[in-house]
């Protein structure tokens, strides 16, 4: 344990001993000089003390007789409590029954989310594991089951209860998500299900976040209150017993005193006697003192004030958030005792606190008036015994919509609508008076809805009912005499409409408008009244500035929207809303007006079916012909409907160039539903190039023809080099390398088909364990190899004088890449050698003499499947083994691999480990010869 002091929220101050913390060594130091010579004791210390080790370690090094002797006091000062009195008037006031809440205010508890009635939560039910097929099947025939499978969202009724359609009720205001789940989870329909539930957060809107007027005041009300007790007293402050007064006397006696007022509620004074105090004011006491003083000693003058003033209890009741007995200064008032006792509760009302004193009611506190007016007239100093009284709410009626405070007010002397309105601090500029509505719950407890025309008096002079809720709608947001210009513009928004007014006038000059904008197709929206049915209107810019007396100067009307487009991005973000609200105003017997431009087009698409809307107009609505576009000619795809059985297509051919130069004839008119296609012009694509690097004279980039060779690109690229080594030339082609990518993944798939069967067969001895772990080897090999796409060519084949004579077969292809290297002095030795490595080549050496520099095969290799990969990328395979033959010789050229494959019948045989470890050797060769570039 430890000592420390408690000071109490209330202030009172009490000592008591739980624990010594610096006590020790400060007793040590004051015993090294207390005598020595007492009588052992024991040295335990008292029960619930303990020691740091440093305070132990220094006990430990004193003298037997000054240990004994600090025993002895920390157990007498173990038994001792400090009986200090307790404070008259405490600085600090104590709430009751608060110590959760301030627990939780201070972040020592955790909250805890309960759900209340009326809100919302997600109730998800999943089948509980261990159910049968049986079972579940039985529960999806039940309708009100397969209804609330899943996730669903509910909403709690008023009081708290959750109604499952067609099954039960379930109460769970109060509960927590976890108790929530338990508490569903027990209900016989839902006991098939595991439960997970959870509260939604939802912020109310609309009339459902309407807050009553004025209880914000108490939010954020401090756990405890501290009295002013440094303000000057006002003149009618009421004396009472307890209060100090302070007396300055000077002229023919200077003298002070500070007095109290006594029990009997008078003020003994010096040289003057008892003066009447208890129940006078503090200005008729000062001059009733006064005038004693000048009469009872002359020549001598007082100065008078307040001291320290008396504590009053009084009593704060009825619907407050804690009601009970509270101590305050003598200045507090009403609004003092409220904040005290945690505010007005959410049922208490606000507009009719009474001020008990003596059993009558002495004044009534209106806060309203506090929050709406600034006046505290109302707010009566309080003294000993009052009682301060909050009532219920009374009636009650709520605003909603154009006005300055919406909220619940409760009503006091309020009558009539103007009145609630007034309380609501009036409408604001947006509200549409004449359109208010009031909801009522009328005489058969049916709700019902009351026009109000706010602008009228009758309206305004309403009577109110309790319950009611006035709903003062805003204007609405569309422009009556207004058109509105959006898209690729400056300035976007709405524009004054004046009559007769045209697209010019709207859009009068191009820096209005932002770079790459489309002069040619200007697309307006207009409302045909009287039912606001959609037409879709599209003029020519560049024609209307040009003309504005003609057709392309559309002429707007009120509400018309003006778009806007650029040439640069698509237009289907503002095109298909508006096909939409096409096809929603399309009735029976009427077909959707729209048709649509695709191909070369620089915006393809559906567009609106304008009246009189010809091929010309639907490629200006397309952007105009895209640069690969085919001029002569289009093709237009036409629908009919016959006999309201069936739709059948017609195919109409377009003489595009006429269309462009403006042939009326040509430029047919469009229907619904019409699809105008723009052809490509033949032979028209991204242009091709191949690449050659290495020893040719001018290696780079070469953009060929459809259908060049690799001869002719050779010539252009002026041959090779003297230097140039052509049977060790590279020739890599993207789709190779696409096909090579999908027979690896085919390979891997069957060597790890292989594998996993090998490891059911194998009884996991030491040759099915190595097995396994040489393939499991193999297969990530496989996986992470990269495709080179390597075509086999003899270059030399692709001289001027071999195509003459045979002709030039290989046709390039986009992205085709020929590498061709230096002439190599190098052989190279890999797979089950010694030492993988590559040497100078040497015509006496023969492939065995090769193997030999690497150090000779190791126990893995396979010396009958040794082969060779030459420079070109062909393989020689030679029959025999080294033992037999010319030493193993074979044909060794410069640049070539020689590859000792592993030996695959030492362990347990799978079909495809030969292929996979030659192409693990093949790939790696291609990549080396690549990556040497």
Known sequence: MEFRSVISDGGRLGWKLRCVAFVVPLLIALMLDATTNVRAESTELPAG?????????MLEQLPASQREA????????????????????PDLVEFPDREEDELRLEGEMPLEQVIEGGETLVVELVFKFELKQEEVEAALEDPDLRAVIGSQYYQLDDDGVLELPGLARVPLAGLSEEDIATRLGAEPDLELFDVTATILAVEPSGKDALARFGYDLFEGVPTTFAPATDVPVPTDYILGPGDSIELQFYGAQNESHSLTVGRDGKLHVPNLGPVNAAGLDFGEFREELRGRVAAQMIGTQVSITMGELRSIRVFVVGDVRYPGSYTLSSLSSMTHALFLSGGVSEVGSLRKIQLKRNGKVVSTLDLYHLLLRGDTSGDRQLLPGDVVFVPPMGATAGVIGSVKRPAIYELAEEKTVAQLVALAGGLTPQATANRARLERIGEDSVRTIVDVNLSRESGRSLLLKDGDLLDVPSVVPDFLDAVTLTGHVHRSGGFQ??????????????SLLRENSDLGYIMVRREVPPDRRIEILSANLLEAWANPAGPENIRLEPRDTVYVFDLETGRRRIIEPLLEELRLQTKRGYTQREVTVEGSVRAPGRYPLEPGMRVSDL??????????AYPLSAELSRYHVVNDSFRETELVQVDLSRVLAGDEAAD????????????????WGEQYEVEILGEVKFPGKYPIRRGESLGSVL????????????EGAIFLREELREREREQFEMLSRRLESDLISLSLQTTMDSSGAETLQIGQSLLAQMRSIEPVGRLVIDLESFSAAERAAVGDSLILKDGDQLLVPRRPQEVTVIGEVQYATSHIYREDLSRSDFIAQSGGLTNKADKKRIYVVRASG???????????????SGDIRPGDTIVVPLDTDRVRPLTLWTSVTQILYNVAISVAAVNSF
């Open 49 to 57: 003390i303990t020691l740091t080790a440093e305070q132990r370690n």
């Open 70 to 89: 600090l025993m002895r006091a920390i157990q007498k000062s173990a038994s001792e409590k400090d009986m200090e009195e307790e404070p008259e008037f």
């Open 497 to 510: 409409w004046r009559q007769g007014m045209r697209l010019t006038d709207l859009i009068d000059s191009v």
């Open 619 to 628: 490629l200006r609505a397309g952007g105009s012909l895209s640069e690969d």
């Open 668 to 683: 047919l008119l469009l229907g619904p539903y019409d699809y105008l296609n723009i052809k490509e012009l033949p032979l």
């Open 715 to 726: 010539d252009r690229a002026g041959g090779l080099t003297e230097f140039a080594f052509p």
């Open 874 to 888: 062909a393989v020689s395979v030679e029959s025999g083994s080294l033992w037999f033959g010319r030493r193993g």
